[in-house]
């Protein structure tokens, strides 16, 4: 049976500066660098070397193989001076069988490479391209007979559930290297076998399947394949997956087991301040458990593939996901091997993954291409692709706001969403009403998304009269008001999701007093603070009771009176000033009251069992630390 070891400890890292130092994994070089603005991050090859004896194997029975699941963005690999591996992709996972160049003691060595060039995406986007090994490595020992390693870096079973009225066929495809039969057992979510078959391409029939269900119920089995010889287990592979059955009306949207289900969600970007991409699963969890107390029901994981982990992290909670590559902003002729190889494994290493309803073509492709028809006809290749290898499921593109309605582009992949930001980068909220309005108008039959707005907001900027482009937390939740009123009056909408759920690095930005960085994230970059625009989705879209004071960390204010906004799930607030009652409303998601200010008053918003307080000071002169400084600026965007 197989084993695994991870090579985590004592890198010996030659970064830009050309000095070596010893470092554990994850990491990237670019953690400081690609954060800090001025778009002069540095992009090359550096090289990490490690020694580690051989693992205890039978070279008569056994293999060893070699496992990366992140290099940004290319990588090769050489094993005691004997290149292995070539990678081009950083956000995937491939292996190489080492056992013939296995000594007592071995010298890896990786040279990972996130250098500028016209063959491997991403290169033109707005966000940092780390380069590093961020992503396990690990060495698996496996029998000569075992279920294969050496397909696309998938898990070398796929498992198609089809839902037949009350019952589902579970077909279990098996990929063998060696010799063996294959044997199947399905478990329940208490580790009860419900079906057993055998056979490397086999469909079993379950009676009254237990639905994954989304958020409400993400009900789960397990499919153990073993590989048999002699009556005797010789290798195994355990997948979980979901039963469950998805379609897209264009004019009643999302359908989850035959009844409506609007999804309403984020993006998310994988990177931390001070860390990159180089994070550990306890900081997956976190953001999963802040997206789950938003109340999201849908994730975009943009604009590539991200941990493994996080997929199963859908799975478990019941996110319904988009998942792409990222093939992104401009289309490079050379890059089209790049563009297929990376969906060929996006596709085989996340198959498996009930979560998953969408494969992601592209993103805002538009932007910079010159060779439109190449790119089209990419886009078709892709589109095929997805076809061919995944019957299921659909899939879809992102369009950039100056690529309209009538643009072929937008019109080849199964679903499209428009990633739009009416109200900021141009003034006029309503103009999201009419966009939307004139492409259903247009286009009755073509299911329609919105797959990225949103609005830069700081915590520590504040205005009484806050407008757009002004970067302050007060305008941010204006614009996320008007969103979601917005999308209410569109419930055709095949999916909606924020951009985004977290502030990320971009390191060619320079907007908000904070360079380097995308400040539209509803949580800061260190996940530490939940702008005013967290709590207006949580108002939508969460059960879990709450109240929130609005603009609690604008303190000082220069009225003689101000307006308390509280934001909640439940039907009624009560606001007290300075311990006394002043107010009662009742209503939906926003609350308005008028307090007087004279000298420094207590707010405090009672909404049944929830209390939520914060404390305004009447000043004299506005506190300047609330307004965005005037200095001259590289970048007012990445492009």
């Given at each position: 049976?197989?084993?695994?070891t991870t090579l985590m400890k004592n890198w010996q890292f030659t970064g830009p500066d050309g000095k070596t130092i010893t470092v554990d994994l994850p990491h990237t070089w670019n953690n400081i660098?690609?954060?800090?603005?001025?778009?002069?991050?540095?992009?090359?090859?550096?090289?990490?070397?490690?020694?580690?004896?051989?693992?205890?194997?039978?070279?008569?029975?056994?293999?060893?193989?070699?496992?990366?699941?992140?290099?940004?963005?290319?990588?090769?690999?050489?094993?005691?001076?004997?290149?292995?591996?070539?990678?081009?992709?950083?956000?995937?996972?491939?292996?190489?069988?080492?056992?013939?160049?296995?000594?007592?003691?071995?010298?890896?060595?990786?040279?990972?490479?996130?250098?500028?060039?016209?063959?491997?995406?991403?290169?033109?986007?707005?966000?940092?391209?780390?380069?590093?090994?961020?992503?396990?490595?690990?060495?698996?020992?496996?029998?000569?007979?075992?279920?294969?390693?050496?397909?696309?870096?998938?898990?070398?079973?796929?498992?198609?559930?089809?839902?037949?009225?009350?019952?589902?066929?579970?077909?279990?495809?098996?990929?063998?290297?060696?010799?063996?039969?294959?044997?199947?057992?399905?478990?329940?979510?208490?580790?009860?076998?419900?079906?057993?078959?055998?056979?490397?391409?086999?469909?079993?029939?379950?009676?009254?399947?237990?639905?994954?269900?989304?958020?409400?119920?993400?009900?789960?089995?397990?499919?153990?394949?073993?590989?048999?010889?002699?009556?005797?287990?010789?290798?195994?592979?355990?997948?979980?997956?979901?039963?469950?059955?998805?379609?897209?009306?264009?004019?009643?949207?999302?359908?989850?087991?035959?009844?409506?289900?609007?999804?309403?969600?984020?993006?998310?970007?994988?990177?931390?301040?001070?860390?990159?991409?180089?994070?550990?699963?306890?900081?997956?969890?976190?953001?999963?458990?802040?997206?789950?107390?938003?109340?999201?029901?849908?994730?975009?994981?943009?604009?590539?593939?991200?941990?493994?982990?996080?997929?199963?992290?859908?799975?478990?909670?019941?996110?319904?996901?988009?998942?792409?590559?990222?093939?992104?902003?401009?289309?490079?002729?050379?890059?089209?091997?790049?563009?297929?190889?990376?969906?060929?494994?996006?596709?085989?290493?996340?198959?498996?993954?009930?979560?998953?309803?969408?494969?992601?073509?592209?993103?805002?492709?538009?932007?910079?291409?010159?060779?439109?028809?190449?790119?089209?006809?990419?886009?078709?290749?892709?589109?095929?692709?997805?076809?061919?290898?995944?019957?299921?499921?659909?899939?879809?593109?992102?369009?950039?706001?100056?690529?309209?309605?009538?643009?072929?582009?937008?019109?080849?992949?199964?679903?499209?969403?428009?990633?739009?930001?009416?109200?900021?980068?141009?003034?006029?909220?309503?103009?999201?009403?009419?966009?939307?309005?004139?492409?259903?108008?247009?286009?009755?039959?073509?299911?329609?998304?919105?797959?990225?707005?949103?609005?830069?907001?700081?915590?520590?900027?504040?205005?009484?009269?806050?407008?757009?482009?002004?970067?302050?937390?007060?305008?941010?939740?204006?614009?996320?008001?008007?969103?979601?009123?917005?999308?209410?009056?569109?419930?055709?909408?095949?999916?909606?999701?924020?951009?985004?759920?977290?502030?990320?690095?971009?390191?060619?930005?320079?907007?908000?007093?904070?360079?380097?960085?995308?400040?539209?994230?509803?949580?800061?970059?260190?996940?530490?603070?939940?702008?005013?625009?967290?709590?207006?989705?949580?108002?939508?879209?969460?059960?879990?009771?709450?109240?929130?004071?609005?603009?609690?960390?604008?303190?000082?204010?220069?009225?003689?009176?101000?307006?308390?906004?509280?934001?909640?799930?439940?039907?009624?607030?009560?606001?007290?000033?300075?311990?006394?009652?002043?107010?009662e409303q009742e209503g939906e998601h926003i609350f308005r009251f008028r307090v007087k200010l004279d000298g420094e008053v207590k707010v405090q918003a009672v909404a049944g069992d929830c209390i939520?307080?914060?404390?305004?000071?009447?000043?004299?002169?506005?506190?300047?630390?609330?307004?965005?400084?005037?200095?001259?600026?590289?970048?007012?965007?990445?492009?």
């Amino acid at each position: 049976m197989r084993s695994t070891t991870t090579l985590m400890k004592n890198w010996q890292f030659t970064g830009p500066d050309g000095k070596t130092i010893t470092v554990d994994l994850p990491h990237t070089w670019n953690n400081i660098d690609g954060q800090d603005g001025g778009n002069d991050y540095w992009r090359g090859s550096c090289t990490y070397k490690t020694s580690f004896a051989a693992p205890a194997f039978d070279p008569a029975a056994q293999q060893v193989w070699l496992q990366f699941e992140g290099v940004g963005d290319s990588a090769k690999v050489s094993l005691n001076g004997t290149e292995i591996a070539n990678h081009d992709g950083g956000f995937s996972t491939f292996r190489v069988d080492i056992t013939a160049l296995l000594k007592e003691q071995n010298e890896l060595t990786v040279i990972a490479d996130n250098s500028k060039n016209d063959f491997v995406y991403p290169q033109k986007a707005d966000f940092t391209f780390y380069g590093g090994i961020y992503r396990t490595v690990s060495l698996l020992v496996v029998s000569k007979d075992h279920i294969a390693l050496d397909h696309l870096g998938g898990p070398g079973v796929q498992i198609t559930p089809t839902v037949q009225g009350t019952n589902a066929d579970i077909r279990v495809e098996t990929r063998v290297s060696g010799e063996g039969e294959v044997a199947i057992s399905i478990l329940d979510a208490e580790g009860r076998e419900v079906l057993a078959g055998k056979g490397g391409d086999t469909t079993l029939t379950m009676e009254h399947p237990h639905l994954w269900d989304g958020i409400c119920d993400p009900y789960l089995y397990t499919c153990v394949v073993r590989l048999m010889k002699n009556g005797q287990p010789v290798d195994e592979v355990r997948q979980r997956f979901g039963v469950r059955s998805f379609s897209v009306d264009a004019k009643q949207g999302f359908f989850l087991n035959g009844r409506p289900y609007p999804l309403h969600g984020v993006s998310r970007h994988q990177d931390r301040k001070g860390l990159g991409n180089a994070i550990t699963r306890e900081m997956h969890d976190e953001d999963m458990q802040l997206i789950k107390e938003l109340g999201a029901n849908t994730i975009r994981l943009a604009h590539y593939q991200h941990d493994q982990y996080f997929y199963d992290l859908c799975d478990e909670v019941g996110m319904v996901v988009w998942a792409e590559i990222p093939y992104i902003s401009e289309h490079m002729p050379n890059g089209r091997a790049n563009t297929i190889s990376q969906m060929k494994e996006l596709i085989v290493q996340n198959y498996n993954h009930a979560s998953i309803v969408c494969w992601g073509v592209s993103n805002e492709i538009t932007i910079s291409t010159k060779n439109n028809r190449d790119m089209r006809d990419n886009h078709r290749q892709l589109n095929d692709l997805c076809h061919e290898m995944d019957k299921t499921r659909l899939t879809t593109l992102a369009c950039y706001a100056m690529c309209g309605p009538f643009n072929p582009v937008a019109h080849i992949t199964d679903l499209v969403s428009w990633n739009l930001y009416l109200g900021w980068y141009v003034p006029g909220l309503f103009l999201n009403d009419l966009w939307m309005d004139f492409f259903h108008l247009c286009y009755p039959n073509r299911p329609l998304g919105f797959s990225e707005y949103g609005a830069e907001g700081m915590p520590n900027l504040h205005s009484e009269h806050p407008r757009r482009g002004d970067h302050t937390e007060e305008y941010q939740a204006i614009y996320h008001e008007y969103m979601l009123e917005c999308f209410a009056r569109h419930k055709w909408l095949w999916s909606t999701h924020v951009w985004n759920m977290y502030d990320f690095a971009a390191d060619a930005r320079d907007q908000g007093g904070e360079p380097g960085m995308n400040h539209k994230g509803l949580v800061t970059f260190d996940r530490k603070t939940r702008k005013d625009s967290f709590y207006i989705y949580k108002a939508w879209w969460s059960n879990e009771p709450f109240v929130h004071i609005c603009s609690k960390r604008f303190i000082d204010r220069t009225q003689n009176e101000i307006e308390v906004k509280v934001y909640s799930n439940q039907k009624q607030v009560t606001l007290y000033a300075n311990g006394e009652k002043l107010a009662e409303q009742e209503g939906e998601h926003i609350f308005r009251f008028r307090v007087k200010l004279d000298g420094e008053v207590k707010v405090q918003a009672v909404a049944g069992d929830c209390i939520d307080e914060a404390a305004f000071r009447k000043v004299s002169t506005p506190n300047p630390v609330y307004k965005l400084g005037k200095k001259k600026s590289t970048s007012a965007n990445w492009v």
